[in-house]
Antibody, heavy 125, light 107 residues
Framework: EVQLLESGGGLIQPGGSLRLSCAAS????????MSWVRQAPGKGLEWVSY????????HYADSVKDRFAISRDNSKNTLYLQMNSLSAEDTAVYYC??????????????????WGQGTLVTVSS | DIQMTQSPSSLSASVGDRVTITCRAS??????LNWYQQKPGRAPKLLVY???ALQSGVPSRFSGSGSGTDFTLTISSLQPDDFATYYC?????????FGGGTKVEIK
């Protein structure tokens, strides 16, 4: 069974930094791309960042580019999100997701087929 | 960025009703369109991927259709467990974007 367990959230002052972790199990972590998705209180879903299985390619939403950094340690089956220069607009539940892409005869597509339970980041003074 | 417009933003329905949620993209997605269900306090759950493929374990009363810019999620006979918020998502290009959500409430 695929399991994703986020940690590292909490209350942080504006301008501060925080690192989220996501421990993965139940699949071959190094073979799978991963993403972070966030959800502000009472709001919809926002994709934040993506990393390939090898860690060689990353993508970011414009709202976090140059402030957040995604990384992974495949020897520890762990995904990270380093968040710097935090502001109130970053307050959200952050989800770690398994980001699957298939190019096949029957189906071609990309989807998030496993989600962690989320970790809450609150940016406030 | 590709904009995803879901409608309606909320609806009230009764158990047994047929429910249809639509999602329109600002440009063609081919079939790079997914649907998720989210219940309060819980993480989203994948329902439909590739516009019409049902994720393993999802009841057959859920179905997805469409291609290009217009997509539909249908619940053929609404059950008590289906009251939730539903999101569409495009994965055709980065940044990946979600629709604003459709909250399905009990009438």
């Amino acid at each position: 069974e695929v399991q994703l367990l986020e940690s590292g959230g909490g209350l942080i002052q504006p301008g501060g930094s925080l690192r989220l972790s996501c421990a993965a199990s139940g699949f071959t972590f190094s073979n799978e791309a991963m993403s972070w998705v966030r959800q502000a209180p009472g709001k919809g879903l926002e994709w934040v960042s993506y990393i390939t299985g090898s860690g060689g390619t990353t993508h970011y939403a414009d709202s976090v580019k140059d402030r957040f950094a995604i990384s992974r340690d495949n020897s520890k089956n762990t995904l990270y999100l380093q968040m710097n220069s935090l502001s109130a607009e970053d307050t959200a539940v952050y989800y770690c997701v398994k980001d699957t892409t298939i190019f096949g005869v029957v189906i071609t597509g990309r989807w998030f087929d496993a989600w962690g339970q989320g970790t809450l980041v609150t940016v406030s003074s | 960025d590709i904009q995803m417009t879901q409608s309606p933003s909320s609806l009230s329905a009764s158990v047994g009703d047929r429910v249809t949620i639509t999602c329109r993209a600002s440009q063609s997605l081919n079939t790079f369109l997914n649907w998720y269900q989210q219940k309060p306090g819980r993480a989203p759950k994948l329902l439909v991927y590739g516009a019409s493929a049902l994720q393993s374990g999802v009841p057959s009363r859920f179905s997805g259709s469409g291609s290009g810019t217009d997509f539909t999620l249908t619940i053929s006979s609404l059950q008590p467990d289906d009251f939730a918020t539903y999101y569409c998502q495009q994965t055709y290009t980065t940044p990946l974007t979600f629709g604003g959500g459709t909250k399905v409430e009990i009438k």
